[in-house]
T-cell receptor
């Protein structure tokens, strides 16, 4: 257990529905990241926050995806009008940048299946 | 896009043997990190090596970094069945972007 929690752990939804995932980072960490991982691949970066500011978004993050970190603590990732191609593991990670090193601690992930 | 490429894609060894995994990357980096992922679980950070370091040890793990060849290796000595997992290298580009860039991973199976 790294101290990063994600909820839910599994989500099955029908195509076209909206889903929302939550990530609770390690409390003193100011950075929070979202990644997506498909079978047999490494995690791919989606977006990240420093405190409540969203600093970067990948081109992978289509307009159907939105992420928030309203108080600089937990974060939510929402996918609107889900498509079968959205099926993946969604990973959250947090870090506290020190001395230019960004060791990220990952949560257990939310596995999304879109039927 | 994924910068790192691990080699081999899959590795099967007997318990007690050493396992070596390699990672190559494309652009300059600030540091390189290795992570482990058990099936269907999150990633666990193993070790970080800075761009100005050449070798680092942590328990049964030994990591080397050759920035001239843009490559790194992870050696696990005296492997155990519990080491069975996927291992990923992740680079921290020194372009100013901090998100990690992961490779596709090496799937290690340690047979008891």
């Amino acid at each position: 257990d790294t101290g990063v929690s994600q909820d839910p752990r599994h989500k099955i939804t029908k195509r076209g529905q909206n889903v929302t995932f939550r990530c609770d980072p390690i409390s003193e960490h100011n950075r929070l990241y979202w990644y997506r991982q498909t079978l047999g691949q490494g995690p791919e970066f989606l977006t990240y926050f420093q405190n409540e500011a969203q600093l970067e978004k990948s081109r992978l993050l289509s307009d159907r995806f939105s992420a928030e970190r309203p108080k600089g603590s937990f974060s939510t990732l929402e996918i609107q009008r889900t498509e079968q191609g959205d099926s993946a593991m969604y990973l959250c990670a947090s870090s506290h940048l020190r001395s230019g090193l960004d060791t990220q601690y990952f949560g257990p992930g939310t596995r999304l299946t879109v039927l | 896009s994924q910068q790192g490429e691990e080699d081999p894609q899959a590795l099967s060894i007997q318990e007690g043997e050493n396992a070596t995994m390699n990672c190559s990357y494309k652009t300059s980096i600030n540091n390189l990190q290795w992570y482990r992922q058990n099936s269907g679980r999150g990633l666990v950070h193993l070790i970080l090596i800075r761009s100005n370091e050449r070798e680092k040890h942590s328990g049964r793990l030994r990591v080397t970094l050759d920035t001239s060849k843009k490559s790194s290796s992870l050696l696990i000595t005296a492997s155990r069945a519990a080491d069975t997992a996927s291992y990923f290298c992740a680079t921290d580009p020194n372009s100013g972007n901090t998100p990690l860039v992961f490779g596709k991973g090496t799937r290690l199976s340690v047979i008891a």
